[in-house]
């Protein structure tokens, strides 16, 4: 080898998707044997491993590879073959005039030095076979989907089984999303959902802990736990598409229309009940208001309900003389951001409410519509447990029928054994949930009217009312001090 021979580095790559590890070294011999023709000295390799060529982003070694070209350590680029380098033409053509700029040439086994010619038809085609192989992805996707089985990947609540696109329940994973359904469809919200699965120490789906994200996720996208219509056997297939972003190589995730999505339908997946995911649904779109929660008691019988009367905003504790609290303008205290300076005692403002409601709801008239009240709530509770009870018989009834119809269709010759035995786990699961849900149902309770002594209780209820000014709230408190924070709006 002469003193003035050129000197080369490699630049190898394989794409995890198509090729093995291996190739790495089989590119790097064939060039090694091409320099050796041209008595070219190889003075460096670049291998960049399981990478895409869609982009030159992410790509470690073909950065460190370009900056050590503009530290002028090579005088030529060789590979395999241009779409080693990139599949993306306009990455061709810039690593090309970048290189032609410093004086690098850049040659490949299968063309040798390449030109605007060649980085543009090669570019192309290496673009046209991305887009060719999308499309034949796709294709076979649909495929999948024709024959009835489900192309997505693994979910919460289910595992793989041997056969491509075919999944199973989890019974173990099943029961959780159970529990985070009905706990939502509660009044719970996705944060203390999490943080209970979280103090059971119950897995998460990824990651070390569960997060309100990954219950609550994006109703626009369809994600996350509460609105996967996976869990009532109708999963969606092609919510979104990836594009890649130019500046950055980064693959970003777009919803597609709701009009491209392909609704199938796999009954034996099936964990939650259509009336339930209807119900954290209705709630999800804010349809319907959460039960009062525990999480958050107040701690006063008009805590939260007090207003600054300059700016509307809430009032606070400010301090305590002699035991008795004084309240101030939260947005004045925090921020400055009200003129409202004075403090208030606090049990002075209490008592002025108590004495008003009691005016108010002491008078005969105001106790006859107290009962009204109470009678009327009484037999309208009692039509709502008639209600849930029908609707719970008719929920196991249809889950009977269900597990019914799978053992017939095996009598029949419909369907084999296999088949049956992937379906009954999860369709007898669902029946045994619904009797429980019915054996859990109470009975109607009977309608009774409100008698005159339970109107003395209501009356002294209200003379009570003074035991709860100045006092932070006791547990026994709570029903009476609910029963008057219901009357209060500000």
Known sequence: MTGSAKRAAIYARFSSELQKARSIDDQVALCRDFAKRDEWEIVAVYADRAVSGASIHGRPQYARMCADAKAGRFDIILAEDLDRLSRKQADTSQLREQMEFLGIEVHTVADGKVTKLHSGLRGLM????????????????????????????????YRATKQPGIFEVVPEEAAIIVRIFDQYVGGDNPREIAAALNRDRVPPPRGTSWNASTINGSRKRANGILNNTLYIGRPVYNKSHKVRDPSNGRRINRPNPEGDWVHLDCPHLRIISDEVFAAAQARVAGKVHPRATTAHKPKRMLSGLLRCGECGGGMSIKDHDNGRARIICSRMKESGACDHHRAYYLDVIEGGVV???????????????????????????????????????RRLMVAQQEVERTVAAVVRGTISEDEAAAHLPALRAERDRRKAELEATVEPPKVVKLYPASVKAYLADLARLDELINEDLREGDRQLADFLRGLIHA
């Open 126 to 157: 290496s673009e046209m076979f991305l887009d060719n192989l999308r499309l034949h992805i796709k294709r076979g996707l649909e495929g999948v989907v024709r024959d009835g089985r489900y192309p997505g990947g693994r979910a919460y609540g």
């Open 355 to 393: 004495s008003a409601l009691r005016e108010q709801l002491g008078t005969k008239k105001a106790t006859e519509e107290y009962v009204r009240k109470y009678n009327e709530l009484r037999r309208n509770e009692a039509t709502g447990v008639i209600a849930a009870r029908a609707s719970a018989e």
